[in-house]
């Protein structure tokens, strides 16, 4: 059982920018992905990739912006957000599995608590 724990959310106005971390309990060849879901709404597809970190998939919204990527040695994905809008307001999780849809939430078999991101105009 893979424990996930996510860390880094807070307040930061427009234009600025976070670094989620999310520390798995053990190493693992998982794909990882980065969710998140905002009060009233679906949790959506951010960022994931394969489990060799070889591929790399966004999601419209935020291309361009944040940045997947994992040190392996520390067994931790990270979430770069940059140029951050109000509109990215939401609590992010990561998670962690072999999903064959890589954005499908219910693909993924092990989540973290998440971690809330709350961007000022």
């Known amino acids: 059982q893979v424990q996930l724990v996510e860390s880094g959310g807070g307040l930061v106005q427009a234009g600025g920018s976070l670094r989620l971390s999310c520390v798995a309990s053990e190493r693992t060849s998982y794909a990882m992905g980065w969710f998140r879901q905002a009060p009233g709404k679906e949790r959506e597809f951010v960022a994931g990739?394969?489990?060799?970190?070889?591929?790399?998939y966004y999601a419209e919204s935020v291309k361009g912006r944040f940045t997947i990527s994992r040190d392996k040695d520390k067994n931790t994905a990270y979430l770069q957000m940059n140029s951050l809008k109000p509109e990215d307001t939401a609590v992010y999780y990561c998670?962690?599995?072999?999903?064959?849809?890589?954005?499908?939430?219910?693909?993924?078999?092990?989540w973290g608590q998440g971690t809330q991101v709350t961007v000022s105009s």
């Open positions: 990739d394969t489990w060799n970190g070889g591929a790399t």
């Open positions: 998670a962690a599995g072999t999903p064959l849809r890589i954005g499908v939430p219910g693909a993924y078999d092990y």
